[in-house]
Nanobody, 123 residues
Framework: VQLQASGGGLVQAGGSLRLSCAAA????????MGWFRQAPGKERVFVAA????????AYADSVQGRFTISRDDAKNTMFLQMNSLKPEDTAVYYC?????????????????WGQGTLVTVSS
């Protein structure tokens, strides 16, 4: 599967953005999907994930309550709605996918990675 992330940009603190991840080559419904992010000079870390059937979600503590992950398998697309953005949310965001039915939080869990989309939150 090929993953294409979009929706990044520059936003002021407190603002919102919605990221999208389009899957091509195979139906997205067969994948657990998620997002990681990498801030400048830092490691790539887990942000959120949603199970294949959308029944389960998981979030990093740092985004819980502010970010919402969802999917529309009819459109082969996953979303990350980001509200109440903070400067520390500034990072390149990567969408990921794996055929496993469970949710993983490790980078090694996901076999498929899209290119990143840059989110910059100004103070």
């Amino acid at each position: 599967v090929q993953l294409q992330a979009s929706g990044g940009g520059l936003v002021q603190a407190g603002g919102s953005l919605r990221l999208s991840c389009a899957a091509a080559g195979r139906a997205s419904s067969t994948y657990t999907m998620g997002w990681f992010r990498q801030a400048p000079g830092k490691e790539r870390v887990f942000v959120a994930a949603v199970s294949r059937n959308g029944g389960r979600t998981a979030y990093a503590d740092s985004v819980q309550g502010r970010f919402t992950i969802s999917r529309d398998d009819a459109k082969n697309t996953m979303f990350l709605q980001m509200n109440s953005l903070k400067p520390e949310d500034t990072a390149v965001y990567y969408c990921v996918a794996d055929t496993a039915s469970v949710i993983g939080r490790s980078r090694n869990f996901y076999d498929y990675w899209g290119q990143g989309t840059l989110v910059t939150v100004s103070s």
